[in-house]
């Protein structure tokens, strides 16, 4: 370990055990013994930290990120050496100040200075030391009329502001903390934030973490990004955060993704029951019976106008979110460009090695994060709320039409059906034309009735000029 | 190099369901290495203001306070005197004194006792978010049940008082005996806490084996009523010896033997050990399991 080494972490690893079921009593012990159930004997063991490699130097200030339950706190917790991991080696040199959650053995019956001593001589102060200290405890609380009250009377905002004051008692050299800052409002925010610059200033070792990525950015030099026991990054806060923003996003996407594709097999279960009960209507059906393909017929248009609507709303929430994104990446653009051209102005006064990588540096992310966006601008593009259904929908009336036409034996119906084939010309493809020019021509051989056949040379004039035009067209 | 956050749910893979590899997994040793001194003055003033705390909290809150702590040995005497004076007669001589000296060295066992076992589990919050050495919470306990032994040996004294007993050289030699006694009880509830962590019916099994205890041990009854055949047996249970031999020094003035002294002080040091060994070993798992 280097001098100036202060902490150091070398392939920790930690297994933590989740029993199914678990034993507190010895009746419970017992049972498990003769139990046929496997739950009661079975535990399955998880690994929470993966071969974590860490040195942190004196002064820095590093951030841990991550999603729930990737194995942050565990860290914290073993460099403050309250768990012990199954394998590995930790060194740390210096003393410690774990602020992994506020207000840890006050005891509500006593009072506040009590409480203040008690933290006192857990922190491994003597009494002298804490009543050198009790002044500025009480200054730095604002809580001067309230110390001689029961701990049981505080508000949890009295209370959050006197147990960070109680922990700064002890002049640490590490200082640990765990998503603490989350409690209370602005102004004791602002307050410790102020107070975690100072340690800064006064080159104490910080390791913050938290899921708020603002603060993590305004305070550490270098973080860490966590995900299911592992390090998955780690380097400059803004390349680490802005890589973490992403993945989440992607994930987003991707359950966005899903959703529609569920929805669109929705979509077409339900298109699909629907043909069934329209062709149940081509038997010929007694009355009850069809009164019940009609109610069915009713429920399956309710069910897909719902789906459609949800359908519609996940559409216009992901465009929020990718709009979001976009803007961010537009920001993160302007300030990029605006370095590249101050360190470009500085180039040509001096030249420099530092300047001249880190300009290159800069231009890569300046790249990186343009493609980034037009990939996005493209996607949204794509994703817009097109009303997948209602283009098939269209197709298979006309389909139905003209199966219709070949089924029905009735010339009323045929000549209703005709005139809804009139107004739907416009959407029809070659292969249907060809198609319904053949049905008709055959209906004008099979029948005799004369304004029947006058309607029908009609539609075949209408559908040779659509050819017509199709050809000239192409 | 940066890796995607994969979406498969990595637990699965690494869930270790093979015998093999539980083994190899306990078989792996961690270090820690922390080079911090450890400050005995700090440990004790942490001892300080938690024992100090506890007795607060223990009598703030009842109405006679801490009289109880006074009353309760009394009481007990008084009810047990009569019956076994006018009810079912035993002849002892002093028999006040007794039965009270008895009484008030099986109250300060089952108190330490049972308040250590509830200590480290309401205090167990702590171990869990600060680096804190544990054992400090046991000995707390076990201190603040000092400070109720010694007030009740202070009663005791007044009674030696008024029957107008002296106090003479074997008295002095009763110290051991109180040294011996402490230190079976701070081993015995380290014992005990550190099983409570994991069996939490310990309580009810320990309260139901003081109460057991209580009749085997010679409060009520001296020992001499034990006939000769189990008499060895009988007394190797330690807090026997030590209220056997305490009585005899300070009521009947009788001098102890080294011999039985001895004896004593291994039974109740082997206890202690056992005691601190178990606890050691426990202190590193003591923040997953409480």
Known sequence: MDAKEVIKIQNVTKYFRIYHEKKTTLVDYLISIFSPNKKMRDYETICVLKNINLSVKKGECIGIIGRNGSGKTTLLRIIASIIIPSSGRVDVNGRILPFIELGVGFNPELTGK???????????LSREQIRNKFESVI??????????????????GMQARLAFSTALMNDPDIVLIDEVL?????????????????????????????????????ICDKTILLDYGEIIMSGNTDDVISFYKEKLFEEDRMDFEEKIRAEERKIMRLEGNRKKMQHMFRRKLSAVEKKHVERELWKINNALEKVRMENRELYGEFKNTIDMQINEYNALLEENIKKATEMKKALKKKKRMALKKQLVQ??????????????????????????VSQAPEEKQKLRDVIEQIQIAQEDGVKIELIKELEKNINKLDRKKIEKIKHLLRQELKNTKDMTYKLQLTKIIKQLILEEMKDEQGN | MAKGISRKNVVKKDIAKSKK????????????????????????????????????????NSIIGYLWSLLNPLLM????????????????GHYQLFLLLGIIIWNFLSEATTTSMESIISKGELIKKINFPAYTIIISSCVASMITLALNLLVFFSFMAVFRIKLTFAALCSSIYLIELIILVIGLSFLLSGFYIKIRDLKYIWSFLLLIGFWITPIVYPETRIPLLFRKWYMLNPMSRIINGSRDAL????????????????????IFLIGVHFFKKLTPYLAEEV
């Open chain 1, 114 to 124: 009590e409480n203040i001593f008690m933290y006192g001589s857990i922190l491994g």
């Open chain 1, 139 to 156: 200054e730095f609380s604002g809580l001067r009329n309230f110390i001689d009250t029961k701990l049981k009377n505080y508000s949890s």
């Open chain 1, 182 to 218: 989350a409690v209370g409002d602005n102004s004791f925010q602002k307050r410790c934030l102020n107070k975690m610059r100072e340690f800064k200033k006064e080159k104490k070792t910080i390791v913050f973490v938290s899921h708020n990525l603002e603060q993590v950015k305004s």
């Open chain 1, 362 to 387: 800069i231009e890569k992310s300046v790249s990186y994060l343009k493609n980034a966006r037009d990939k996005l601008i493209l996607y949204s593009k794509k994703m817009t709320y097109k009303d």
């Open chain 2, 21 to 60: 590899t539980r083994k190899k997994i306990r078989k792996q040793k961690a270090k820690i290495v922390i080079p911090s001194i450890p400050s005995w003055k700090s440990h004790l003033n942490i001892i300080k203001e938690f024992a100090i705390q506890d007795f607060k909290v223990k009598y703030k």
């Open chain 2, 77 to 92: 005497l008084v009810t047990l005197y009569i019956v076994f004076s006018f009810i079912i007669k035993l002849e002892v």
């Open chain 2, 251 to 270: 009521i009947y003035a009788f001098v102890p033997e080294v011999k039985q002294i001895l004896i004593t002080s291994t039974i109740c040091i082997a």
